[in-house]
Every structure is written in structure tokens, then in C-alpha cells.
């Protein structure tokens, strides 16, 4: 038995003392399944990736093999930006470029870099538009909390979108404006994101009250990824992240709005994107997600909303009237995925919220802009987007009353305090899963007691896991099975391990002191800002001008 348990333990030390950072095969594993196959349909197009490189155990090497990644593309591509965040670089390769990037022992991996958006399904509405909805807060209950002195005061919302324009209802909470898409001809070209801003924290200055948002005295940062017809690419925001990490203190972001998303083509364990807001969450910021429009199908989801750490949002209808009785589960809302989500609902048709005069958006639709009694101009839009909005509003309500929240206990008190809706159950949810715990009730959430936090025993993706490498080395290692594949994991030490998915399938991420660890080595805020190439980006369109959801 000795003899056998030594051989078990030699094993695991030459299965995994190979190169630490370890990822996989390098001979065609290492580039995307989607991306090979886009790239052999026209070998010549030069296509947006993602090369991620192999992790180190040096502080601060990060920016170092993001640089490295900005080098390879420039030398067989064209080079875009360095993501540090995720030991990556975005830029253009052709398909003998990225085989041959994928083929070099440094590369861990080569992703397609996914054009992101708002989205939208197909099906016809299956229920006539209601009136314009300008009481969605009190559908979700976050007048009581207002009325009790709560108001999201003190706590920033950071809103990565097509922009977030000046507004009287915004007044002096914009803290702080970014741009990580194409160039900026005004505030807010698109329009998107200043509807989502109103909506998580307008104060309905302009229209007299009648027209205002979940959390009126939160603030704002806004931060620019998508451009002007509504399409960002996964390293714009990538990039709109990195820079939320690094000022996050400066502005007290303690929640990223992501009122967007893309077609998922792998599990969230192979997604940069996911990673990316893995990172961001792990580092004490609740990522609220849209679920996207692509309902009324199963498995709709849309990337990072997949990823099971997030808060991934659904919509209802609430039918333009303030009782939960009429609501039904919204027609285009998305659902599905092996992580059922989303996690709750909230509603997204026909919200009233900001409108930007001249905006892509306001030119397309001019059906849409809502009047108050006063004579000020509103606008009107559908989708996952709007619901997102009104999450993360209810998060920062929340955030004002326990700022000690952490992301999972957030999760855990907005998603275990949600209440049914519909008459008699009559909600049109076409599985038990596709409104996830039920609709928002930020009531409710601000008077729960604390909840068990959110997210126990889940394996982070594969960029997370190597991203956090640095920060995890020469911490204990804790393993959920000690024996697991014969292998002795207890005689192994960071300098024999080998970080691969076998052994983030096996390590006790739970076991990790997050608030404690070496945050300090990883320089996210070292990289000029201002050092991204987007000239060279083309930039495709999700095509706001077939946006047509009521």
C-alpha cells in the first residue's frame, strides 16, 4: 500500500510539474472551436481575437504578458489594445496568423473577440403594448425604500454603454466619463445608455417628478463601450473594466451595469468575458447582467450573462400599471443555459426613462418619446436592458443601507427575497426556470435579514483562474477531493503544480480569503488609458435600426 501511494504521488508530480500555467494541448486546442471554423470559411479575412497568454507567478506580470499578446499581434496582425486584466491583447489576425499564435507554448489561448450589443428576438410581441411604463418602481417596490430615507446616496453605479448624457435628472452624479469605443461626437451618440442611467438613478427633476428611477441619489460613472449604432466589441469592455477596477475607490463603484451581451458560443469556463467579470466581482463590485432579448427560445442567454457568479436579469411586462397581479413574464426575455438563468426578473417593456435628443436611438424612433404633463421629453424602450437597469438601481438601494455587502450577499438577498407575479400564476413563463427566483421586490431585500452569500462551491472560468494566478501563488492550497484521480494532492506545493483545469476543477476556491489576498500585484491601473488603437477596429453593427422591440 506504501509502495502504491508513493507511485500515486510521483504521478501527480510528473502529471502536473509541467510548465506551471499549463493549459492544454498547443497543437490546434489552444484557438477557439468558433474561431477556427470562421477563419477556414475565409483564411484571408483578418478577424478580431483575443490572444491570451500563459500565466506566471511574478507580481505584476500581468501587463508584462498583456504587452507580450500586443506584440504577437502586431508582428502577425494588427494590434488593438492590451488587457491586462485578463493576460491578453485584442487585435485583427488572419487564419494562418491565429494557428500559428495558438501553436506557441507561451499562448494559452485564442479567443474570438465577440461583437457585443443590445439584442433582440424575432417573434412578434404576443401581447398588445401597453401603456408607456413610468411606474416601475413601485411595481418592484422601490418607492417604500425611498420613502424610508433610502436613496442609493453615497453609492456609484458604474454604467458601461454607449454613453450616459448631462441631464437635469442626473444632475451633478455623473462623476466621472470614459470612452472605450469609437470616437465620441457627444455624450451619448447611441442614446442606450442614458435611458439605462435614468432608469437606474434618475431623479425625474425635469418632469416633475412624474417620470423617475429606482435609486435617485446614486451616482453615475459613465463608461463608453459601445459606439453610436449600439456595437462594442468583448475587449471594449474588457477595457471599460480594467478602468473601473482601477478608479473603483476613488468613485465607490460598487456596481457594474451591463445592459448588453453576446451570442455565447462555448461554456462561460472558456470565456474571456466571463473571466473578465469574474475578476470584477471577486474584487468586491456586483455585476448586474441583461439575459438578453433572444426569448422566447431555451438557451438564449447571452455571454457574461451565462456565467453563474453574476447577476443575470429578465424582464416582465408590467402592463403600465403598478400591482403585480397583471404582470407576465416578458415574450423575448432570455433563458435557459446549463446555469439556469437568469437569477430574477424585473420589468423591461416600455420603460420610461432619459431621452438624448439627436441620439441614434431618438432619430430611429421618434414614436417613442414620451411627454410629461410638464411638456419635458422622455423616451420609451423594451428589453433586458431596461430590467438590468432597474437591478442594479435596487443594488445600490440596498449597498446605501449595509455598505458592507458583499457581491454574494447582494446576489443572494436580491435573488431569495423575489415574489411571484401574476394572477393566479398566470405568468406565461414557458419553463420554471426562465423567471428564475421571481421578480425583484427591493422591499423585501431591504428588509431581509442577511442571506447565506451567493455563489458557493462554483469553479471559475479558465481566464479568472489564470489571471488570478499571481495573486493566488503562495497561498495554502485547499483541494475538495485530496485523492481525485489517484493523485496525492497534498504533497503538492506551488512550484509542482501544475495550473491547468484539473486542478481548478479540484481546488477549494471557496477556501480562498479574497479581501486578503495580493490584490497589490496585479497593476491594472499602470496602462495609459488613452493607448488603445480603436482607429483600426471596424466596427460591426447590431443595427439599432432593426431594434424594434415596442
Same mark, same amino acid.
Given at each position: 500500500?506504501?509502495?502504491?501511494?508513493?507511485?500515486?504521488?510521483?504521478?501527480?508530480?510528473?502529471?502536473?510539474?509541467?510548465?506551471?500555467?499549463?493549459?492544454?494541448? /498547443?497543437?490546434?486546442? +489552444?484557438?477557439?472551436?468558433?474561431?477556427?471554423?470562421v477563419?477556414?470559411?475565409?483564411?484571408?479575412?483578418?478577424?478580431?481575437?483575443?490572444?491570451?497568454?500563459q500565466?506566471?507567478?511574478?507580481?505584476?506580470?500581468?501587463?508584462?504578458?498583456?504587452?507580450?499578446?500586443?506584440?504577437?499581434?502586431?508582428?502577425?496582425?494588427?494590434?488593438?489594445?492590451?488587457?491586462?486584466?485578463?493576460?491578453? *491583447?485584442?487585435g485583427?489576425?488572419?487564419?494562418?496568423?491565429?494557428?500559428? /499564435?495558438? *501553436?506557441?507554448?507561451?499562448?494559452a489561448?485564442?479567443?474570438?473577440?465577440?461583437?457585443?450589443?443590445?439584442?433582440?428576438?424575432?417573434?412578434?410581441?404576443?401581447?398588445?403594448?401597453?401603456?408607456p411604463?413610468?411606474?416601475?418602481?413601485?411595481?418592484?417596490?422601490?418607492?417604500?425604500?425611498?420613502?424610508?430615507?433610502?436613496?442609493?446616496?453615497?453609492?456609484?453605479?458604474?454604467?458601461?454603454? &454607449?454613453?450616459?448624457?448631462?441631464?437635469?435628472?442626473?444632475?451633478?452624479?455623473?462623476?466621472?466619463?470614459?470612452?472605450?469605443?469609437?470616437?465620441?461626437?457627444?455624450?451619448?451618440?447611441?442614446?442606450?445608455?442614458?435611458?439605462?442611467?435614468?432608469?437606474?438613478?434618475?431623479?425625474?427633476?425635469? &418632469?416633475?417628478?412624474e417620470?423617475?428611477?429606482?435609486?435617485?441619489?446614486?451616482?453615475?460613472?459613465?463608461?463608453?463601450?459601445?459606439?453610436?449604432?449600439?456595437?462594442?466589441?468583448?475587449?471594449? %469592455?474588457?477595457?471599460?473594466?480594467?478602468?473601473?477596477?482601477?478608479?473603483?475607490?476613488?468613485? +465607490?463603484?460598487?456596481?457594474?451595469?451591463? &445592459?448588453?451581451?453576446?451570442?455565447?458560443p462555448?461554456?462561460?469556463?472558456?470565456?474571456?468575458?466571463?473571466?473578465? %467579470?469574474?475578476?470584477?466581482?471577486?474584487?468586491?463590485? *456586483?455585476?448586474?447582467?441583461?439575459?438578453?432579448?433572444?426569448?422566447?427560445?431555451?438557451?438564449?442567454?447571452?455571454?457574461?450573462?451565462?456565467?453563474?457568479?453574476?447577476?443575470?436579469?429578465?424582464?416582465?411586462?408590467?402592463?403600465?400599471?403598478?400591482?403585480?397581479?397583471?404582470?407576465?413574464?416578458?415574450?423575448?426575455?432570455?433563458?435557459?443555459?446549463? +446555469?439556469?438563468?437568469?437569477?430574477?426578473?424585473?420589468?423591461?417593456?416600455?420603460?420610461?426613462?432619459?431621452?438624448?435628443?439627436?441620439?441614434?436611438?431618438?432619430?430611429?424612433?421618434? &414614436?417613442?418619446?414620451?411627454?410629461?404633463?410638464?411638456?419635458?421629453?422622455?423616451?420609451q424602450?423594451?428589453?433586458?436592458?431596461?430590467?438590468?437597469?432597474?437591478?442594479?438601481?435596487?443594488?445600490?438601494?440596498?449597498?446605501?443601507?449595509?455598505?458592507?455587502?458583499?457581491?454574494?450577499?447582494?446576489?443572494?438577498?436580491?435573488?431569495?427575497?423575489?415574489?411571484?407575479?401574476?394572477?393566479?400564476?398566470?405568468?406565461g %413563463?414557458?419553463?420554471?426556470?426562465?423567471?428564475?427566483?421571481?421578480?425583484?421586490?427591493?422591499?423585501?431585500?431591504?428588509?431581509?435579514?442577511?442571506?447565506?452569500?451567493?455563489?458557493?462551491?462554483?469553479?471559475?472560468?479558465?481566464?479568472?483562474?489564470?489571471?488570478?494566478?499571481p495573486?493566488?501563488y503562495g497561498?495554502?492550497?485547499?483541494?475538495?477531493?485530496?485523492?481525485?484521480?489517484?493523485?496525492?494532492?497534498?504533497?503538492?506545493?506551488?512550484?509542482?503544480?501544475?495550473?491547468?483545469?484539473v486542478?481548478?476543477?479540484?481546488?477549494?476556491?471557496?477556501?480562498?480569503?479574497?479581501?486578503?489576498? *495580493?490584490?497589490?500585484?496585479?497593476?491594472?491601473?499602470?496602462?495609459?488609458w488613452?493607448?488603445?488603437?480603436?482607429?483600426?477596429v471596424?466596427?460591426d453593427? %447590431?443595427?439599432?435600426?432593426?431594434?424594434?422591440?415596442?
Amino acid at each position: 500500500m506504501r509502495r502504491r501511494r508513493l507511485f500515486g504521488a510521483s504521478g501527480a508530480l510528473a502529471a502536473l510539474s509541467v510548465m506551471p500555467g499549463c493549459g492544454g494541448s /498547443i497543437s490546434g486546442g +489552444n484557438v477557439a472551436p468558433a474561431l477556427r471554423a470562421v477563419a477556414t470559411s475565409d483564411p484571408s479575412a483578418l478577424l478580431p481575437v483575443i490572444v491570451e497568454m500563459q500565466p506566471t507567478p511574478l507580481a505584476g506580470a500581468n501587463v508584462t504578458l498583456a504587452n507580450q499578446a500586443l506584440a504577437l499581434l502586431a508582428a502577425y496582425g494588427v494590434p488593438v489594445a492590451a488587457l491586462p486584466l485578463i493576460n491578453s *491583447a485584442a487585435g485583427f489576425a488572419n487564419a494562418a496568423a491565429i494557428e500559428l /499564435i495558438g *501553436a506557441l507554448p507561451s499562448v494559452a489561448f485564442v479567443h474570438p473577440d465577440l461583437t457585443v450589443g443590445p439584442r433582440q428576438t424575432s417573434a412578434p410581441p404576443p401581447i398588445p403594448a401597453g401603456p408607456p411604463s413610468a411606474v416601475f418602481p413601485q411595481v418592484v417596490k422601490a418607492k417604500q425604500v425611498l420613502q424610508s430615507g433610502i436613496s442609493g446616496s453615497g453609492v456609484t453605479v458604474a454604467v458601461l454603454d &454607449s454613453g450616459v448624457a448631462s441631464d437635469p435628472d442626473l444632475a451633478n452624479r455623473i462623476l466621472a466619463s470614459v470612452n472605450f469605443a469609437d470616437p465620441r461626437s457627444s455624450d451619448d451618440p447611441g442614446g442606450h445608455g442614458t435611458h439605462v442611467a435614468g432608469i437606474v438613478a434618475g431623479d425625474g427633476t425635469r &418632469s416633475a417628478g412624474e417620470f423617475g428611477g429606482i435609486a435617485p441619489q446614486a451616482g453615475i460613472v459613465d463608461v463608453r463601450v459601445l459606439g453610436r449604432n449600439g456595437s462594442g466589441r468583448v475587449s471594449s %469592455v474588457v477595457r471599460g473594466i480594467e478602468w473601473v477596477l482601477a478608479h473603483r475607490t476613488a468613485y +465607490n463603484i460598487r456596481v457594474i451595469n451591463l &445592459s448588453f451581451g453576446a451570442p455565447a458560443p462555448a461554456s462561460y469556463r472558456a470565456d474571456p468575458f466571463c473571466a473578465a %467579470v469574474e475578476i470584477a466581482w471577486r474584487r468586491g463590485l *456586483a455585476v448586474v447582467v441583461a439575459a438578453g432579448n433572444g426569448g422566447p427560445g431555451r438557451d438564449t442567454v447571452l455571454t457574461p450573462g451565462i456565467d453563474p457568479y453574476v447577476i443575470t436579469v429578465g424582464a416582465t411586462d408590467d402592463r403600465g400599471t403598478p400591482g403585480r397581479d397583471d404582470d407576465v413574464f416578458a415574450w423575448f426575455s432570455a433563458w435557459g443555459g446549463s +446555469n439556469p438563468k437568469p437569477d430574477l426578473v424585473a420589468p423591461g417593456r416600455r420603460l420610461v426613462s432619459l431621452r438624448v435628443p439627436g441620439s441614434t436611438l431618438d432619430s430611429l424612433y421618434p &414614436s417613442r418619446v414620451v411627454t410629461a404633463q410638464n411638456g419635458a421629453t422622455y423616451f420609451q424602450l423594451t428589453g433586458t436592458s431596461m430590467s438590468t437597469g432597474v437591478v442594479s438601481g435596487a443594488a445600490a438601494l440596498l449597498l446605501q443601507r449595509r455598505p458592507g455587502l458583499s457581491p454574494g450577499e447582494l446576489k443572494a438577498l436580491l435573488a431569495g427575497t423575489a415574489r411571484p407575479y401574476g394572477a393566479q400564476g398566470a405568468t406565461g %413563463v414557458p419553463d420554471a426556470t426562465a423567471d428564475g427566483s421571481g421578480m425583484l421586490d427591493a422591499k423585501a431585500a431591504d428588509q431581509s435579514p442577511l442571506l447565506p452569500a451567493a455563489n458557493g462551491g462554483l469553479r471559475p472560468a479558465d481566464g479568472f483562474a489564470r489571471a488570478l494566478y499571481p495573486v493566488l501563488y503562495g497561498s495554502p492550497l485547499h483541494w475538495k477531493n485530496p485523492l481525485l484521480g489517484g493523485i496525492l494532492w497534498n504533497l503538492l506545493t506551488w512550484s509542482t503544480l501544475g495550473w491547468n483545469s484539473v486542478a481548478w476543477d479540484n481546488f477549494a476556491w471557496d477556501s480562498v480569503a479574497w479581501d486578503s489576498v *495580493a490584490w497589490d500585484s496585479v497593476a491594472w491601473d499602470s496602462v495609459a488609458w488613452d493607448s488603445v488603437a480603436w482607429d483600426s477596429v471596424a466596427w460591426d453593427s %447590431v443595427a439599432w435600426d432593426s431594434y424594434t422591440l415596442d
